[in-house]
């Protein structure tokens, strides 16, 4: 089974900052996921990455394979950024995803 | 195009009540999953189909039975509620696998579970 863990749990951080989430593993996977949960409860997908990174607006992530680590950043943050941040993965010839426990992040105004 | 809807949204049970929960998706998506999401804990994986008329046990199946008896749906019973399985569960689904593509899992809004 695959350990997932983040860091840090919880995050506060002034509007304007540049925010770095952390995400690491212990056995080799396919591919990588970040999601959003929104403190009203729903959960979308923000990447899918299994080498190098992706970018999408103020949000990017990266990944080292070789590390077992991924990481997604914010640029810009902004107080509608608030939400867990939540790291999962996908083994080799594994249709199911492991979670990590979440990141919670709060910007403040 | 409604994506993953799950119904009920809430719901309340005394212990050894009965209750079924529904996830529907409208994206044709194979795969289909139950997640329970408690405190302090990440997703855990109850039960999933890989595609109609076939279900899998997942990380914590007890407790839990499920049926998949259309592509498009996906329902999760509970046969005697217990305490223990108060929680907010997820439904998602994800796409064919046939397509070579990374499976993305859409999640539904969630139903929240209280078992007194």
């Known amino acids: 089974k695959n350990e997932v863990e983040q860091s840090p749990q919880n995050l506060t951080a002034q509007e304007g900052e540049f925010i770095t989430i952390n995400c690491s593993y212990s056995v080799g996977i396919s591919a990588l996921h970040w999601l959003q949960q929104h403190p009203g409860g729903g959960i979308v997908s923000l990447f899918m990455?299994?080498?190098g990174k992706k970018k999408h607006g103020r949000l990017i992530a990266t990944i080292n394979i070789q590390e077992k680590h991924s990481s997604l950043h914010i640029t810009a943050s902004h107080p509608r950024d608030s939400a867990v941040y939540i790291c999962?993965?996908?083994?080799?010839?594994?249709?199911?995803?492991?979670f990590g426990t979440g990141t919670r992040l709060t910007i403040i105004p | 195009n409604a994506g993953v809807t799950q119904t009920p949204k809430f719901r309340v049970l005394k212990t050894g009540q009965s209750m079924t929960l529904l996830c529907a998706q409208d994206m044709n998506h194979e795969y289909m999953y139950w997640y329970r999401q408690d405190p302090g804990m990440g997703l855990r994986l109850i039960h999933y189909s890989v595609g109609e008329g076939t279900t899998a046990k997942g990380e914590v199946p007890d407790g839990y039975n499920v049926s998949r008896l259309k592509k498009q749906n996906f329902l999760l019973g509970l046969e005697s509620a217990a305490p223990s399985q108060t929680s907010v569960y997820f439904c998602?689904?994800?796409?064919?696998?046939?397509?070579?593509?990374?499976?993305?899992?859409?999640f539904g809004p969630g139903t929240r579970l209280t078992v007194l």
């Open positions: 990455l299994s080498s």
């Open positions: 998602a689904s994800s796409y064919d696998p046939t397509s070579g593509l990374e499976l993305v899992q859409f």
């Open positions: 999962a993965v996908r083994n080799f010839g594994n249709e199911k995803l492991t």
